[in-house]
């Protein structure tokens, strides 16, 4: 089943457009990496995902369900759980605090999200301002966990961290999806994605130019594509 569809969004920003119609869908279950040089709309999809930057054009459902028009907190509640790039945990909160602020009912409790993430567990009465980077990341991804989303959209989740602590996040990553969790993913680490990944999506200047498996994403295509 079909659980996101985007159709041919245009975004715009003020009068710029960023977007010039991107397709891309997830699947229950699917783990599926949007790709792409950096400046070729991968956040600016997320955000019309998320009904931060509206799509003027275009159409995105959700599990059946028209997105488009609809604020951020609508289809938060639809189920659509986002760790944003740059983390943006709230710093004056405690971990305890950023975890429950969101939290609805589900099988994501403080408890799971712990077992997930150990440190979080050891640092509950912590400010989030007094986390590492890394902590800080796993707080964002715990945070989205605990609003128990129907799909996870992870927007450079391991950009500037310790390799230690990319190979945590990866290895939640994995699990996740094992434990049949749908996700959209945005990463730069080609190899730790494309392990992960059931299917690529490809931008360029903002249109969807290449969708297939991972397997079938040859060199030359990473060079016309996503090589500096």
């Known amino acids: 089943?079909?659980?996101?569809?985007?159709?041919?969004?245009?975004?715009?920003?003020?009068?710029?457009?960023?977007?010039?119609?991107v397709d891309l869908d997830v699947g229950e279950g699917e783990v599926v990496t949007l790709m792409g040089r950096n400046g070729m709309g991968k956040s600016t999809t997320i955000r019309s995902v998320c009904g931060m930057t509206p799509a003027w054009a275009?159409?995105?459902?959700?599990?059946?369900?028209?997105?488009?028009?609809?604020?951020?907190y609508?289809?938060?509640r639809l189920g659509i759980g986002l760790v944003p790039e740059g983390r943006r945990c709230f710093p004056n909160l405690t971990v305890y605090e950023n975890l429950v602020a969101s939290a609805r009912p589900g099988k994501w409790t403080l408890g799971a999200v712990n077992g997930l993430f150990p440190r979080l567990g050891e640092r509950t009465a912590q400010y989030a301002s007094t986390l590492s980077g890394?902590?800080?990341?796993?707080?964002?991804?715990?945070?989205?966990?605990?609003?128990?989303?129907?799909l996870l959209i992870?927007?450079?989740?391991?950009?500037?961290?310790?390799?230690?602590?990319?190979?945590d996040i990866w290895a939640a990553i994995r699990r996740l999806k094992a434990e049949g969790q749908a996700i959209l993913v945005v990463d730069k680490t080609m190899d730790e994605v494309l392990g992960v990944a059931d299917r690529c999506v490809v931008l360029e200047r903002g249109r969807t130019v290449w969708s297939g498996l991972p397997s079938e994403l040859t060199p030359d295509l990473q060079e016309r594509y996503l090589g500096v």
């Open 58 to 72: 275009g159409r995105i459902a959700f599990a059946g369900q028209e997105l488009t028009g609809l604020p951020p």
């Open 154 to 167: 992870l927007d450079e989740a391991t950009e500037g961290l310790a390799p230690v602590i990319r190979d």
């Open 1 to 21: 089943m079909t659980l996101l569809r985007v159709s041919a969004i245009e975004t715009f920003y003020g009068p710029s457009q960023a977007l010039f119609g």
């Open 74 to 76: 609508r289809i938060a």
């Open 134 to 150: 890394g902590e800080q990341q796993m707080l964002a991804i715990g945070r989205a966990l605990m609003t128990n989303p129907r």
